[in-house]
């Protein structure tokens, strides 16, 4: 008996062969990626075997050959006569998986498997869902490999933006490397867009900035209105919830949506993001640079810490309908409303570039830290509000 386990074409590759209770002078095998051939010879007598297959990717387990005096092929029904002695070749079980055609709803399961960054996942989900929209073709494997240039051309006629052209081409990008699609047109593309976005920084670096001034009166709105909002004893309304994101904007930096959207208010550590009222931490396990570990804030605001006491066992902030924020948008979305049209990056920037202006080295450590951004980013994306009064 010979086995030989896991035949597979399109990898050409063979996990096992085994044998078992019979001598074997010789044994031969050649495998592409449609045919599997195979020569034994036992006792003087050779015996050929070969196995064709149309598809590209196939398993077959071979489990049994036996030598005996006729051949017969299960499931394959086709007969091999040599100029030699004839036997039984018996192949059972086999399993072959059949080439489906990749749907977009597969695609958001591996980019969901692949990618942890919720906000990274949705626009890589929202781009793909936008291509397969528009170019209506059902199997996204074949979308990828027959209608490069076409998507290129879509997405960049589609956009203004360099860097949301660049942003879509990489969500693109990242199916085709899931799908083990190898395309250097892509790959080029991206790097174009990279080279280009980051001439036009430097190109308008100056032309963007905007008066210190203009900066100062952001940071002075939000501290009025911080002050407008007050601290309502009773329950963990909304507005409280904006009260203490408020403090810890102004007092610690401006950290990302995706920092603050499902972030609980406890007394002990947790695996989530978190804020420990008894160390009087802020834990975000969950960030952009996560990948360096996670990033720890001190509160040493006494009354900001008792503030968040009220929210104990909840989480930072809710919508009107005491619900978790699905998204960094939804929450922006209420932001402005609340705040005259002010996204949390504007406050954001604000800060930054009063932070710069100060030139206080250890503070702009803080906010390196805490905002989670380099030196280099804070000056070159963040500093916008440095041009003299």
């Known amino acids: 008996m010979i086995k030989i386990s896991n035949l597979n074409f399109q990898n050409q590759t063979i996990e096992t062969i085994e044998v078992n209770g ?206 407008e909002l007050e601290f309502q004893e009773d329950n963990w309304t909304q507005q409280n919830q904006l009260y203490c994101i408020l403090k810890i904007y102004l007092t610690y930096g401006v950290l990302r949506p995706s920092e603050i959207l499902d972030c609980s208010i406890t007394e002990n550590d947790c695996e989530g993001n978190h804020i420990n009222v008894k160390t009087k931490q802020i834990v975000i396990h969950h960030h952009k640079n996560d990948r360096k570990g996670k990033k720890i804030i001190d509160i040493e605001n006494e009354e900001l810490v008792e503030c968040l006491r009220k929210g104990l066992g909840k989480y930072l902030v809710l919508n009107q309908n005491d619900a978790l924020y699905q998204s960094s948008s939804a929450f922006t979305k209420m932001f402005k409303k609340e705040f005259n049209d002010y996204t949390p990056y504007c406050l954001r920037k604000a800060v930054s570039s009063a932070y710069i202006a100060e030139g206080d080295v250890e503070k702009i450590k803080t906010l390196e830290h805490n905002q989670g951004h380099s030196l280099q980013v804070i000056l070159d994306s963040y500093n916008v509000y440095s041009k003299a009064s």
Do not use: W
């Open 22 to 227: 019979e001598t074997v002078d010789n044994l031969e095998i050649k495998l592409t990626k449609t045919k599997f051939n195979i020569v034994i010879v036992k006792d003087g007598k050779s015996i050929k075997k070969e196995i064709k297959k149309k598809d590209a990717i196939v398993d077959l387990v071979i489990e049994e050959v036996e030598f005996v005096q006729e051949v017969v092929v299960k499931d394959i029904k086709e007969v091999v006569e040599e100029n030699i002695e004839v036997v039984e070749v018996v192949v059972e079980d086999i399993k072959e998986e059949v080439v489906k055609p990749v749907t977009l709803a597969k695609i958001k399961d591996l980019l969901k498997e692949h990618i942890p960054k919720k906000n990274t996942l949705d626009s890589y989900c929202r781009t793909m869902e936008q291509v397969y929209n528009y170019f209506k073709v059902e199997d996204i494997h074949e979308l990828l490999s027959t209608k490069e240039k076409n998507i290129i051309h879509y997405l960049e006629e589609k956009y203004q933006s360099i860097s949301t052209i660049k942003s879509k081409l990489c969500a693109v990008y990242k199916v085709y490397k899931l799908l083990n699609i190898e395309n250097e047109l892509f790959k080029n593309k991206i790097e174009h867009y990279a080279y280009e976005q980051k001439i036009n920084q430097d190109k308008h670096k100056e032309l963007n900035k905007q008066t210190t001034q203009d900066g100062n009166s952001i940071i002075e709105y939000f501290e009025n209105k911080l002050a």
